[in-house]
Nanobody, 123 residues
Framework: QVQLVESGGGLVQAGGSLRLSCVAS????????MGWYRRAPGKQRERVAI???????NYEEGMKGRFIISRDNSKNTVYLQMNNLKSEDTAVYYC?????????????????WGQGTQVTVSE
């Protein structure tokens, strides 16, 4: 089992920045990936970015540039730096942990989700 605790959400004006953090605890497999999804009001959940344990990053189209994902393996923590925020970035942001990742096959063991953190961008 893996537990995830997110922090860093809040209210920010358009053009501002926020940094989300997510700490994983429990049984952390060596081959893993962590990342972020979001769900905006009235929309389906969408992927924002994923980063593997060996620092390979994958961004959803349109996210790269303003959003930067990073991780600190010594702290089992993933970060999402969000810059130049827009009102359409308003959403609940969820942290995800993928265990036993086989990057070549594109498969993983289990996925774990955080409780979500609200990001609200005002005009």
């Amino acid at each position: 089992q893996v537990q995830l605790v997110e922090s860093g959400g809040g209210l920010v004006q358009a053009g501002g920045s926020l940094r989300l953090s997510c700490v994983a605890s429990g049984t952390i497999s060596s081959k893993n990936a962590m990342g972020w999804y979001r769900r905006a009001p009235g929309k389906q959940r969408e992927r924002v970015a994923i980063i593997t344990d060996d620092n390979k990053k994958n961004y959803e189209e349109g996210m790269k540039g303003r959003f930067i994902i990073s991780r600190d393996n010594s702290k089992n923590t993933v970060y999402l730096q969000m810059n130049n925020l827009k009102s359409e970035d308003t959403a609940v942001y969820y942290c995800i942990f993928l265990s036993d990742v086989d990057a070549r096959a594109g498969t993983w063991g289990k996925d774990y989700w955080g409780q979500g953190t609200q990001v609200t961008v005002s005009e």
